[in-house]
């Protein structure tokens, strides 16, 4: 049982704090942002993306859906911000 709540963690974690993390780490001004700053917010917005599209997709249960639709929309609004 605790080798399945790790894996659920592992999935879930990134959709449920890494959207709304690199949404609020593109708040700054779009020259004012460094380079290390732009790809933390790139690869851990596309990771949030895949593993929220994921628990969209699955469709295992209503709250994962709703993790799942705030990890795609919050990561897909702060990667749309640093193009």
Do not use: C, H, Q
Request: hydrophobic residues 55%; aromatic residues 8%.
């Amino acid at each position: 049982m605790e080798s399945l709540a790790l894996a659920v963690a592992i999935i879930v974690s990134p959709a449920m704090y890494g959207g709304p993390l690199v949404l609020l780490l593109s708040l700054w001004r779009k020259d004012r942002i460094s380079k290390f700053r732009l790809i933390f917010i790139r690869v851990l917005g596309g990771l949030a993306f895949l593993s929220g599209g994921f628990l969209i997709i699955e469709n295992i249960s209503r709250g994962s859906t709703i993790i799942g639709l705030i990890g795609v929309s919050t990561s897909a609004i702060a990667i749309w911000r640093t193009k």
